[in-house]
């Protein structure tokens, strides 16, 4: 919270009011303090007069043998301004007459007792008892025997009563002066304020509007020292304005420039710390725009790159010459994504001969480096599925002569018990190459035409495709679906999705486990009213923690660095799209104990509508 203010005029008027303030009040302390003194002395001899008063006058009834005089006396002391209480109390300090309360219920305290032996004879004795109580005592002599002792106790309230009449009467005077001085100081700083004002509306309408018309040039109202200023206020705005409208084109062309170019800018000043960037930068570093300012290369990027974007700053700083097309690389994130940038650096001069600062030129690669390995992975999967489809038509004919010439030799060569043996198991194993050739020929030629298709016929060709791999692997099978199923749908484009979901999981455990497959008429979890088949696939694998769940649907997106290509789950989810169908997946890994592994759910409505060439695709529902 700010005490002191901010205005001249009021910082004036506190000042003076602050030095007024302090100097009534050491005035009010010396002066209350002097008459405090004086009143307290007063008071003394005040009372010390009154004690003697009652003592001669007590002395004077005793001597005439009237002591009635005596409670009498005391009694006109007790009624006296500024006296609280009087008694007369006998040597021994019994109290026989008192102006208050009844004798005989009153006696003297300790303090008092404690005075009797230090009373000298011949004057009356004045002591304080602390606080607001003081007292004053004499002896009462007749015929030179002690008869007694005369008390007075003072009422200091009346004492304070004159130094209060000081106090207030110093506090008028006081708030008299301080109104009087603050009118002369508020007069005082108008002068000075009002011209001040108007050059700090000037500055605030300067930096708020520099191209306003309506506010320039400043009015001049006093002709002093303040008027000159305010003129050469008016001449530097007008100067300002000068300068200001030649750059104004250039600086706004190249903001737009800057803010809007689909690259990374940066600019660094010759110690290498940022002075200015653009969105795209900004992002490519994971930053927010402001952040990068003052901070060094270090600060921002990963260490391997800082140096080598370092080296290129000062190398451009040094020579005045830029450095073209330098590739950097690295990975970040929790998954360890790879990125590429390609980065040049050119020298930014104010004047020619002087470099003050670099310019960075960041174009993101990361993507385009992504999809041509994606494409050249993709092409060699295409050049071998169109190699594994010759291949296998191309067994065919070897196959189908075998096949025959196992027949003839099982029955027409009266063959005995164990070459018939070995003749028959040779035939199986033909018929189980012909059934793999045939499955790989129904996966390159397959239909992309809607038809109803069973369910069983087709999870059961695509098992036995792996069946081999999963015995390898030590991964053991479940699966669960009615041979009579069967759905509405491209069943090539079925297979293609449920293939790769099953290779997936087969990957997810290297070092084996569970895998199980099931597929149920089931209503969609989303539209109860719609029917159709949904089809789990679920394993023990090493599971997805939530950073991959919530992207696995994303092009190019991979967890295999030399295998994956990050496009089957892609072309799985657009094909569940084309489909209408919904997908779920559950996941986790094997974190706090708990065992590890992965679910997806797939559900393909029954909809004789796909064949219809008006039906549109529609988004399907992904939940992760």
Known sequence: ??????????????????????????????????????????????????????????????????????????????????????KVTDPAGNVLFSSVGEPVEMRLDAAEMAEIPLKHPGQAAVFDFGGTRMESVDAIYTGGDLRGYAWVETDRAWDYEQLNLIRRGTEIFGVIWVLASALLVLLMARAISRPLAVLHRGTR?????????????????????????IEAFNRMVASIKEQRAGLNNTLSLLDSMLANAPIGLAFFDRSGRFVRVNEVFAGMTGMPL???????????????????????????IATGEAVRDLE??????????????LVSAYPVRPQPDEVRWTGLVVLDTTERKRSEEALRRTEKLAATGRLAASIAHEINNPLEAVTNLLYLLNHYCGLDGPALEYASMA?????????????????????????????????????????????????????????????????????????????????????????????????????PGQRGVRITVADTGQGMDADVRTRIFEAFFTTKEETGTGLGLWVSHEIILKHH????????????????????????????ELASPAVQPVAAQAAV
Request: with cysteine.
């Open 205 to 229: 309408a300067l930096m708020v509007a520099p191209d306003s018309e309506s506010s320039f040039p400043l009015p001049v109202t006093v002709h002093n020292e303040f008027g000159d200023l």
């Open 328 to 341: 950097l690389s690295g990975k970040r994130g929790r998954l360890n994504l790879p990125w590429t940038w």
């Open 1 to 86: 919270m700010r005490l002191w203010p901010r205005t001249i005029r009021w910082q004036m008027l506190a000042g003076l009011v602050l030095l007024e303030a302090l100097s009534i009040l050491l005035f009010a302390v010396l002066l209350i303090s002097r008459q405090a003194n004086e009143v307290h002395d007063r008071a003394r001899l005040r009372l010390a007069h009154q004690a003697t008063s009652m003592a001669l006058q007590a002395r004077e009834a005793l001597r005439q043998q009237r002591p009635g005089w005596v409670g009498l006396s005391v009694a006109m002391m007790g009624e006296t301004p500024g006296v609280r209480a009087a």
């Open 581 to 608: 169908g919904l997908v779920h997946v559950r996941s986790r890994t094997a974190e706090g104990g708990k065992g590890s592994g992965t679910v997806f759910q797939l559900f393909f409505p029954d909809n004789q």
């Open 427 to 527: 035939e199986l194993e033909v018929k189980r190459i012909a059934e793999i050739t045939q499955q790989t020929l129904r996966f390159y030629r397959q239909s992309t035409l809607p038809a109803r298709a069973s369910m069983a016929e087709l999870l059961d060709s695509i098992l036995n495709l792996y069946q081999v791999r999963m015995h390898t692997l030590g991964i053991q099978l479940a699966k669960e679906y009615d041979p009579a199923l069967d759905v509405f749908c491209s069943a090539g484009e079925v297979r293609q999705v449920v293939a790769n979901l099953l290779m997936n999981a087969i990957d997810a455990m290297p070092g084996g486990g569970r895998l199980q497959v099931r597929a149920r008429r089931s209503r969609s979890w989303a539209t």
């Open 290 to 316: 402001n952040s990068h300012l003052g901070r060094t290369l270090p600060e921002v990027v990963p260490e391997a790159v800082a140096g080598q974007l370092e080296e290129m700053v000062q190398r451009v």
